[in-house]
């Protein structure tokens, strides 16, 4: 992505971590899993999926040095990044399929507290809303698993 011009940027709540993406997400949805649910403690997230390379940490080298991770033992594919100093997460890379998924929560915010890019980030859907611990009555479909890929619940 060196190059590439940032379509998305975000970072962790102290801006110790930082990150750009160059290429529209090849999904955005909000994710009811429970994986997602057991480690933000939330009932649902804003995630969005990425190939590898239009991913790029942008907080000073070396990355790892501000960097903590956790390897899903239930899926070793995935390990999800988070920052040393605060502890939010803010990306996971999926060896599997060489995506990288940020969380929305991250994305950068324009003065009056938008985020920047919405028009690009915006879901286009509820995945995995069968494990869900809550409804959400909007005008976006419900899918068992993956957007379109699933049964669609709604």
Not at 17 to 23: D, E, F, I, P
Not at 74 to 97: I, M, Q
Request: with cysteine; net charge positive; charged share 20%.
């Amino acid at each position: 992505m060196t190059d590439q011009v940032p379509l998305l940027q975000g970072s962790c709540f102290c801006q110790a971590v930082s990150y750009a993406v160059s290429a529209r997400p090849i999904l955005t949805a909000y994710c009811h899993c429970t994986s997602c649910q057991r480690l933000t403690s939330c009932p649902f997230i804003h995630t969005m999926h990425f190939d590898a390379s239009a991913f790029i940490w942008t907080h000073p080298e070396p990355h790892e040095s501000r960097l903590d991770f956790y390897d899903n033992v239930l899926k070793p594919y995935k390990r999800r990044f988070r920052c040393k100093t605060c502890g939010v997460g803010v990306a996971s890379h999926n060896s599997s399929t060489n995506r990288v998924s940020i969380w929305g929560a991250t994305l950068d915010r324009n003065e009056d507290g938008k985020v920047v890019g919405w028009d690009i980030a915006k879901p286009t859907a509820h995945q995995f809303y069968g494990t869900r611990m809550l409804d959400v009555n909007d005008n976006l479909t419900k899918w068992e698993g993956y957007e379109s890929k699933s049964e669609r619940l709604g």
